[in-house]
């Protein structure tokens, strides 16, 4: 997992205020998966993108989060009007190519609202 | 979407000893992967493993497509392997990689 960059690695918000969580994929790699992880539970997906294309954003929820992943500079996970429950780990992965390829996690972002 | 089951959830070990951590999934997959995650929470790539047997040091894992299932042993284990166990899968016909909910190890000296 080494050459995934997320930053910043702890955040503190207080309720309403925003979030914005960066990844930096591995160099040569053009598809960057998001996922959050509740203290003691497993990683849930949120979204997949490859450069400047949402391809599945399924496990988002539909309102104050939104991901994009521009054609230059690194992808980005947004959360609007935090709440105490949004308070998790988010990871960020990246792989070279669609499917059948190992995927790499960065260190995660930790999310704190109080 | 697929459903991913690790067992056990939890396991305690004495340093030396050996396990089997498995990893049971309900439907085909392109790719399987194991994660130790540490207690720090980096989540560190142990095995890409979508069918066969594989070896690295203490660590082996073997991944049986059609019976849908992977193993993953870890032989003397030292305290340095406690920390959570994933298996995820990326399914056939998905784009993203289910979790399971993992198996937590602790390694006592």
């Known amino acids: 997992n080494a050459g995934v960059m997320q930053n910043p690695r702890h955040l503190v918000r207080r309720r309403g205020q925003e979030a914005r969580l960066r990844c930096s994929p591995m160099k040569g790699h053009s598809h960057v998966y998001w996922y959050r992880q509740l203290p003691e539970e497993g990683l849930k997906f949120m979204v997949y993108l490859q450069k400047e294309n949402i391809i599945d954003e399924s496990g988002m929820p539909k309102e104050r989060f939104s991901a994009e992943f521009p054609k230059e500079g690194p992808s980005i996970l947004r959360i609007q009007q935090v709440v105490r429950g949004d308070s998790a780990a988010y990871f960020c992965a990246s792989s070279p190519q669609e499917s059948g390829n190992t995927i790499y996690f960065g260190e995660g972002s930790w999310l704190t609202v109080v | 979407g697929i459903q991913v089951e690790q067992s056990p959830p939890d396991l305690i070990l004495q340093e030396g000893a050996n396990s089997t951590l498995r990893c049971n999934f309900s439907?085909?997959?392109?790719?399987l992967q194991w994660f130790h995650q540490n207690p720090w929470g980096q989540l560190i790539n142990l095995f890409y493993?979508?069918?066969g047997t594989k070896q690295n040091g203490r660590l082996s894992a073997t991944t049986v497509a059609t019976e849908r299932y992977s193993l993953l042993y870890i032989s003397s284990s030292q305290t340095t392997d406690s920390g959570v166990y994933f298996c995820a899968v990326e399914q056939r016909t998905g784009n993203q990689f289910y979790f399971g909910t993992g198996t937590s190890l602790t390694v006592i000296p």
């Open positions: 439907d085909s997959v392109n790719n």
């Open positions: 493993i979508p069918s």
